[in-house]
């Protein structure tokens, strides 16, 4: 199989996601939650499928319980809507990135850096004399 048609698959796969936590699945434990990333084997038979429930990372469990269940119907869902002779194998991971980042700004802001002071000329100045 193509990247190409291997990438397009996966975000495919990843729009017909967000479009059914969206708006089809009645599950509570699955609102709010966000598609982040999708990756699809060469075979296109299985798919690793990265969510996160934006800003709410205490909900993991809750999701991933609520993910599983469903994973029947997400995968009918998918192989409806995509032209595919089956639909692929999907498997759902909890996506660590966010809260890694927030963890990096947090960093940043507790860092005391004092502000740039503009007393000194920028270097590429030169003063009358040359110099």
Known sequence: MSKIRQERTAEQIQFILSELFLREVSDPRL???????????????????????????????????????????????????????????????????????????DLLDSLEIPPATDDAPPADVVDAAGE
Request: no cysteine; glycine share 6%.
């Open 31 to 105: 609102i709010g939650i966000t598609v982040t990333q999708v990756l699809i084997d060469r075979e296109l038979q299985h798919a690793n499928i990265y969510v996160n429930a934006l800003g709410d990372e205490e909900r993991e469990e809750e999701v991933m319980a609520g993910l599983a269940s469903a994973t029947g119907f997400l995968r009918g869902q998918i192989a409806q809507r995509l032209d595919l002779r089956s639909a692929p194998v999907v498997r759902f991971h909890w996506d660590p990135r966010l809260r890694y980042a927030e963890e990096v700004n």
